[in-house]
Structure formats: structure tokens, C-alpha cells
């Protein structure tokens, strides 16, 4: 497949006239071919009105077909081949098994969708039957399924070049909900967009779709990013990045002559709560595994374990210094941008100049400019909780351990946490009681509590949650991972008294479709 | 039951100590006994100090304790006997069968939300059981619910003193979904406030809950009402009321430091479509069933048709004339209040005094200064898609015609319409294909698609849906009436090899609770 430097509006490929962007080689800092022009205000124009065009017909698809363009989607980026992986590989620094890893991810999130449309569960079919006899009044007939919400503006991410990206979890779950979809590519990675967004338009294309199903823009996020979020054909927004470029979009989002809604999934320090007995058990097997998922991917995840909470004691020096000696084994790694990297270093370096903060740990030198060190620091709970920039993400290999005098402390620091995509529980049976106190405090203020795991690691499956309150996301009633994230871009719609002629086939007599519906309230197939 | 003039923080009472308010009895205009204090910025934060301290026990309470609970304040509404259906009458001037059947609706709709909590199927349980020889990683124990999102600020309604305001829909809603709520009570009727607050209150104290399951203070918008959606234990907002206060409650709602979800139904004028078949069948019937539901309850809903598009020709002649005599044997109405008169009566003169706008018909003239009088004007459709103005809700019996050249025009004339709780199709057999090109455009910006009745009438339901796109309502995701309504206050969250003595309930092996799951996606009761 070629890489044009060409964005993708509908059916056809164009280069982009305005100020080109290139991707950066992440290893050498290089500046790499092809230039890819941005697109103007005139590109969003197009793409918005073809994506509204393809709506109706696009929503209406059977969940066969729509299921067999999502297949399509999955086997045309397979297609690509390996200068997919090599790109990709050269444009974010990751290196192969992790990419190799993340195209399995997403395709395997494109077929889970595919299923999860078969399915059919998410249209929430209810069928409340005509009372004609009903006193005083009669009842009508009434039947409620959801429908998609329209267009929807998904923003490529850093981090994920592909499964958070132009064929990532947003794309797929909105495609699955009958939405079209209007990429912003992330200007990190541009050719590896291109290679993936050819692939779903020739999928758009072999399945006879309408082109508007589809289409990747490239350019800034003043004139593209906003210019999709602020356009009335733009019905919501998926977003995976920073919490300024988030709430950015939120604020263009509420400020529209028709609100919409933003899925904007942002930032997160993950705490990890180490429990007594799960400590005097094994404090330096969990700094072992803690230092692994820390620095997994140079910690670029949104659920890199940037929080640690443990009670003060020898149980959290032998912590402390398995974690250190783990951290001493850990190479320095390439960042995904030199953006993403200067800002880690600001954020480390704050870390470090911080009085009541001290440093306990370094991962190995960098050998290049590109390459980020990870690093360990503690302070103790009372300063923590006295100094709200210490919660602050730093997006990288760095964590901070909070020394608590004790457990009620933890539930204290607890409390005062803003929203997470995550919080981790170490444990030993002797902990339940403690673990019972925080588990209301962690359900309230996080969307997935893992026991005796690490964060990092986010299964694409059916009870999957990578969502929670603000400012982890910008809408905590949301998963942007797993088959539920199908549920952001639907809304209910009721039909009274509609004649068999003009009911769509999900709400008809004898369940055509075969569907789970309630009728009168009760769950069945009838 | 008395009216002490007193609010209900928790399980005390006590006067407001802010500017008071008082009842203006609706038919006469005079102000009514007693004085209701308002309420000041420190009992706001006591309802929400005590809301907050209740949550987690709320949250957790069973089933079965919940719909116990949501009957029981079912029970305790009807036990205040005729003394709230007299002051409710006072109050709104509504009438006595009027406000005996919104008394039942309020009590079935209780009723409704305890049969939805144990069913349960609103908890969306699901589960991926652990795979731990998956290569190349095994995969976790994943089990995801849905809980409530925290305290929710109620605004009561002032043209539903019962079923949408102090025990209406909102508040069962969210107390069905686990959330404790804070009620602002609406100055129009704080007399039937207190009463229906009293018997929530002494529910909570029945059944043995956390006071702070249920709190209600009278006051101004902006001390009270603001001050509610402000304060951080605030997790949801839902208002039924006008677009400026609706408006006004989501900027405050998304200014805060974390944003929540805003559930405002606000406005809509619920377009009628006459399709030529049904008009030359039945134009005159259309005419007098159309003006019966116009000028029900003085056209004091939200779902009531305030815009009729038809072809010009005699059928709508014949359609005209009869809407003309049915009004004329309309009498005039008692409004709910002086502002809603006074505002109704400026939407009136606004289009008696538009030289594109004729005015067809009326009602009979007030014999009091309270009353307001149904209004029918007609316009072109070329005018109308010239003046924006000509589509804003006049909240009152008056409606406005569009006279259009043909069909097209009136698919046109919907494509530039904007969010609608309701649309409704006037049809016969030989308008199908016209409807169903209609369709589409009314499912994209309609919550409810009626045909061959009248938007007024909302079934309490499970296959309802009472809400729409912006602006007919905040956030078109929802439905503000009907079992779906709960759906508003929860989020999921997820647990992640989660030992069974911390699981909750309604994830543990073996189903104790016999709630339907989604096991590895599969729906289904093990």
C-alpha cells in the first residue's frame, strides 16, 4: 500500500492544503517522508456532509452487513502487511511485539464489535402492548429500541497508533452503533493513519457502502479538531489524550448551538493500595511486578500505575528497594513524541525539585535524546495531600509513593482522589476487612478495580471498564474499551401506534431479528 | 399532614431563615398561608452533607429493602388523603380530575421504579470468566455493574406539581438507581411540596434508611438551585422546567471543577404532520381531536402541539374550520402561575403582532385575569424557514400552521427543526410512502414518534421515552419517564479478579441474586 501523505474524504484520497505536518522518527528524532498536508476548513466541510449524507443509509444496515463491513475493516488492515508494523514501528518508537500485539488487539476489537452487532443486545428492544381496554384511558402501543446518535469525530492517539487510533476502539464501537465516522489522525503518526484508514475505505468500498461512512483528516487540532467538534453534522466525539486537549473539546462540545457529547478519555494516576498483610507477605515480589507494569511501554498508558499507597514500615523499605533494584535493570526507552518526552522530563523534573518529595529510584541512563528514564519518588500522605500538583499526572515511567502512617490514612488519600480509570488493591485474606472500608471509596471515584494485578493490561471483552469520573474521562457513564462502548453513540427512541408497515425490524411482531426484548418489562426472544 | 412552611433536611424540619416565598393561589391571584422560609447556602450544604454521608449504605441496600422503600413513599403519598389533592388544586389551578390522576401517575410511576429494582436487569451484570491458559497472556476475571452516580439535585416542575416535581419521576428514578436526592421545590406549589416531601420523609424513616436518602428546600434559583448543582457531592442534575433554566443549570453544571451529567427537559413544540391521505379521509376529526389535545390542562405540557404542517388545499380548509369551531367552545383556562400567563401571553401577542403570521382562531375570552386563552395561527412555510423566532415554544395553548405547497416542503420544513421530545404523523395506507421518507428525518430529532394520535399523554412505561435531542431536552440520550429513566444515574464499573467476599452480589458465582448476566456476552440467568 502507498503512503501518500493523502487524507481520505469518502471515497477519494487528497493531499491537504494546508501547512503539511510530518511525522517525527521517534528513535532519531528525524523528520520522516512523506509531508502530509493538513486539511482546511473546506476538507471538514465535505467530510461532515458526506458522513451525514451516509447516515440514514448507514444506520439502517442489517447487523449482518454492517457486522461483515466491520470483519472487512479487521481482514484489510491484516492486508496491509508488515510495513504497517514497520511504520508504525518507526513512527512511535514502540517496538515490534508490542505493535504486532496492538494490531492483534485491534483487529480482534473490530470482530469483537462484528459479534457484539450480530448480537443484537445493545438495540435494548422494549415492547409495551396497546391496552385498548384499559380504563380510564387505553394504553398505546409502544416500542422503544436505540438508535445511533449521527456522525461521530474520533481523534487518533498517541500512545495507541493503532488500537486507539483511525481503526481503534472509537471507530469500531461507533461503526458498530451505525454512526459514520470523521478521523482527526494523530499528527504522530500520520503514515500509519493513512495505511489504516486506505484499509477501511476499501472496506467502505467493497462492501458497498455509501463513501461518507468514512473519511481521515490530517492537520491541526485549531483548524480540523475543533472545526469537527463545532460542526452541526458532528452528533459526538471520541477522544483519547491529554486532559487540556480534552477538556478543550468539552468546552467546544457545550458551547455548540446543539451540545453533544464527549468521550474524552484523559487522565489518570491509577493508584496502586499495597494492604499490611499483603505486604508482610510478599512487599518485594508486588515492587518487582509493580516496576514491570510502571515501565511497560516507556509508561505510556493511561494506566501506568502512577500512585502508590502504602503503610510506613520495614514491609515498604523491602518494597522500596525491590522496586528500586528492578528499576536499576530497566532500560531507558524511546518516547512515543518529543512533545510526550519533554513533558515527562518537565513533570519529573518538578517531581524532583519538590522539597517534600524525594527521589528513591532511576531506571538506567538515556542513551539517546529520544529516550526517557523511569523514575521512582516518595513522599509521605500529609504532604500529599497538602499539595494537589502532586496528584497530577506525569505521562511516562514515573510513579510516586505516598508513606502513610496508616491504613485509615490510605482510605483518608483515598477520599480525596479525583476520578481514575483504575485502582489496584494488593491483598492477603487478612485484608478484607480494610479492603471492605476502601472498596466503596474506590468504586465512587474509579471505573476498574483490579486485586492483586497491575493497571496496565486492558482486556477488550464484554464487563470491561476503561472509563470513571472526571477527569479520568470526560464522561464517567462510559467505557471507551470493551463491547459496552457501543452504548455511547446510541439513544432511545419510542414509536407509539406505529403501523407494521413503518416499524423498523428490531421492534416488529414475531421478533424478525430475533432479538432479547422487553415486553411489558420481561426479558425473552418472543 | 400540616404545612408548617418548613423545609426537610434529613429527618428534621425547619423554617428557612433566607427571603420567603409563598403560594399564589392560581385562580385568584392572592397569595397564600403559610410563608415558606428559603433555604441559605449552609442548609444546602447540610442536605448534601447528609445526602453524601448516606450514599454508601444507600447504594447497597437490596432490592428488594429499595422497592420497599419506593412503596412505601407510594403509600405515604396517597395516605395524605384529599388535603393534597385541595392544595395542589390551590396552588396550580389545575383541576380536581386533573390532579386525582396525576396523584395516581406519581404513585404508579413509585410503583413502576420498585417493580424495575427487582427485576434488576437495569444492573447490566456482566461477566468474562478468567482464562488463565490463554496465550500468549491469560486473561483476568472481569465482572462489570452498574452503580449509581451519587446525590442528585431534583428541580420540581411547575406544571406537574405531582408526577415531576417532589416524588415525581426524577426523584423515583434516582432513588431507584441508589442515589439519595436533594429536592429544590418549585415556588408554585411549595404547599404540596412539603406535603409530598413530609411523606418521603417519613418513608426514609419507616423503612429505616439514612436520613440523608432524602432532603427538600425551598429557596431562590440562584442561592438553592445554583448552589445544589454547584457543590461537589452533587453527582446528576434533573429539571423539567424552561430552556433559559435549563441552560442555565448545564453551563453551572459543566463550569464545575468536575463536570456532571445535566438530565433538563426544557422545550419543544412537537410538530403534528398531516399527510394528505389522512385529510382527505379525515380532516375535520383531525381538526377537533388536534384542538382536544391543544388545549388540555390550559396546554401546559411539554408535549403539547404547538406546530401542525400540512398541505395547503381544501382539506386543510376543512381541517381549519374545525380547529376554528373546537376552539371556540374552548374556554379559557386557568394558568399555573402569573409568570406562566404573563410569558404565555407575550408568545401570543409575538405572533398575533408578526405580519407573516395570521391568526386563525381562539378561544373562548378569560372571565379572569388568571386565565389564558387558546390561540391558533397559521404561516407559510417559506416564512417560517425565515424566521427562527416562529419556532420557539409559546408554553400554552397555542399552536402555529404551516401552510406548505406540497410534501417535500414539509420534509424540508422537519429537516430544519430542531430537537423535539415528540413528533406525530396524521396517516393513512396511502400516505405510507410519504411517512416513510418522513421517518428518518423525524428519528433523528425526535424522542417519540406517534402515529394517528396526540403527543399530550405520556404512558409511564417501560417502552417510553420522554426526551429528545437538544433542546427539547439536555442530553438526548435519555428519557426523563418510563423504567428507562433509571438508567440516567448509573455507571459501570468493572472488577478484575475481585475476591468473592468483596464481589458485590450481583457478580458472585452463582447468581444469588437471579438477575440476568451477560457471561462471556451471552444473556442469561446463570
Not at 509531508?35 to 458526506?50: E, H, M, N, Q, Y
Request: aromatic share 6%.
Amino acid at each position: 500500500m502507498t503512503i501518500a501523505g493523502e487524507m481520505l474524504i469518502g471515497a477519494t484520497a487528497l493531499r491537504g492544503t494546508d501547512k503539511p505536518i510530518r511525522a517525527i522518527e521517534a528513535a532519531t528524532g528525524q523528520p520522516m517522508e512523506p509531508a502530509f498536508g493538513g486539511g482546511t476548513p473546506a476538507d471538514v466541510d465535505r467530510a461532515c456532509a458526506l458522513a451525514w449524507a451516509a447516515f440514514d443509509t448507514y444506520r439502517e444496515t442489517t447487523p449482518e452487513a454492517r457486522a461483515a463491513f466491520l470483519e472487512a475493516c479487521a481482514q484489510a488492515i491484516l492486508d496491509i502487511g508488515d510495513e504497517l508494523i514497520t511504520r508504525a514501528m518507526a513512527e512511535s518508537g514502540l517496538p515490534r511485539p508490542r505493535l504486532e500485539g496492538e494490531r492483534g488487539r485491534t483487529v480482534g476489537q473490530l470482530r469483537l464489535f462484528a459479534q457484539e452487532v450480530r448480537d443484537g443486545t445493545w438495540i435494548s428492544a422494549r415492547i409495551d402492548p396497546a391496552l385498548p381496554q384499559r380504563a380510564p384511558l387505553p394504553r398505546p402501543d409502544l416500542r422503544m429500541r436505540l438508535i445511533p446518535l449521527g456522525p461521530v469525530a474520533v481523534f487518533g492517539a498517541s500512545n495507541f497508533p493503532l488500537a486507539f487510533s483511525v481503526g481503534g476502539g472509537d471507530t469500531a464501537s461507533a461503526l458498530a452503533a451505525g454512526c459514520p465516522v470523521v478521523v482527526k489522525a494523530h499528527s504522530a503518526h500520520p503514515g500509519t493513519s493513512e495505511l489504516v484508514g486506505r484499509a477501511i475505505q476499501s472496506a467502505v468500498k467493497s462492501c458497498g457502502l455509501p463513501e461518507g461512512v468514512f473519511s481521515m483528516l490530517f492537520g491541526s487540532g485549531q483548524v480540523v479538531g475543533q472545526g469537527l467538534v463545532a460542526d452541526p453534522r458532528i452528533k459526538a466525539v471520541g477522544f483519547t489524550g491529554s486532559r487540556a486537549g480534552g477538556t478543550a473539546l468539552m468546552k467546544t462540545a457545550a458551547a455548540r448551538p446543539e451540545p453533544i457529547p464527549v468521550y474524552a478519555e484523559m487522565s489518570s494516576i491509577n493508584p496502586v493500595f499495597l494492604m499490611p498483610k499483603a505486604m508482610a507477605s510478599r512487599a518485594a515480589a508486588i515492587g518487582k511486578g509493580f516496576v514491570g507494569s510502571l515501565t511497560l511501554g516507556a509508561g505510556q498508558f493511561c494506566t501506568n500505575p502512577g500512585l502508590v499507597l502504602a503503610v510506613e514500615g520495614p514491609e515498604l523499605d523491602t518494597f522500596l528497594a525491590s522496586a528500586t533494584e528492578a528499576l536499576g535493570g530497566a532500560p531507558a526507552q524511546t518516547m512515543l513524541t518529543p512533545g510526550i518526552l519533554s513533558a515527562y522530563q518537565t513533570g519529573v523534573s518538578h517531581l524532583a525539585g519538590n522539597n517534600r518529595v524525594r527521589k528513591v529510584a532511576s531506571g538506567q541512563i538515556a542513551t539517546a535524546s529520544t529516550q526517557g528514564e523511569a523514575a521512582l519518588f516518595e513522599t509521605t500522605a500529609a504532604h500529599f495531600m497538602d499539595d494537589p500538583a502532586l496528584a497530577e499526572e506525569v505521562f511516562g515511567a514515573a510513579s510516586l509513593v505516598i508513606r502513610c502512617p496508616d491504613v485509615e490514612t490510605m482510605l483518608r488519600v483515598a477520599e480525596g482522589l479525583e476520578g481514575q480509570l483504575t485502582a489496584t488493591i494488593q491483598m492477603e485474606e487478612g485484608d478484607l476487612e480494610m479492603a471492605r472500608l476502601l472498596l466503596p471509596v474506590l468504586e465512587r471515584r474509579v471505573g476498574r478495580i483490579l486485586v492483586n494485578g497491575y493497571p496496565t493490561g486492558v482486556e477488550v471483552s464484554h464487563a470491561m471498564v476503561h472509563g470513571g469520573p472526571f477527569p479520568s474521562t470526560a464522561d464517567g457513564r462510559s467505557t471507551s474499551v470493551g463491547s459496552l462502548a457501543i452504548a455511547r453513540f446510541l439513544r432511545p427512541v419510542c414509536y407509539q401506534d406505529m403501523p407494521e408497515a413503518l416499524l423498523p425490524a428490531a421492534l416488529r411482531d414475531g421478533n424478525p431479528m430475533g432479538l432479547w426484548r422487553r415486553i411489558d418489562g420481561v426479558l425473552g426472544k418472543e
